[in-house]
């Protein structure tokens, strides 16, 4: 299972309604995120939040990603949340963990 399905059975679970907003450019292998930044788009009665959905050898990668690109302040600013969800696999449990970064305009 992707990192991008597990998000979504998470958020499924924790009653977001929940949708991808990754695409995949036709004829080449290139995804493109929404607004360059967010692979899925989750809201609930009040709330809306953006995720980067990775593994977690890819965690910081997308860090900086979300902290270099242009449209990171707008969508905050907006009033939505911005997370980065990691997911690794535990070599102890053998289970999938989840790690949650928070992107905040104080990190700016």
């Not at 036709?26 to 953006?50: A, C």
């Not at 979300?66 to 949340?81: M, N, V, Y």
Request: aromatic residues 6%.
């Amino acid at each position: 299972m992707s990192p991008t399905a597990r998000t979504l059975k998470r958020l499924r679970e924790l009653g977001w309604i929940s949708d991808v907003v990754e695409r995949s450019i036709p004829h080449t292998k290139i995804k493109k995120d929404f607004l360059g930044i967010i692979d899925i788009i989750s809201v609930r009665l009040g709330e809306v939040l953006g995720i980067q959905a990775t593994d977690g050898s890819n965690a910081s990668k997308r860090v900086k990603k979300l902290l270099e690109a242009e449209h990171t302040l707008a969508w905050l600013s907006s009033g939505a949340r911005l997370e980065v969800w990691a997911w690794r696999k535990s070599t102890r449990t053998k289970k999938y963990e989840l790690r949650i970064i928070s992107i905040k305009n104080e990190d700016f």
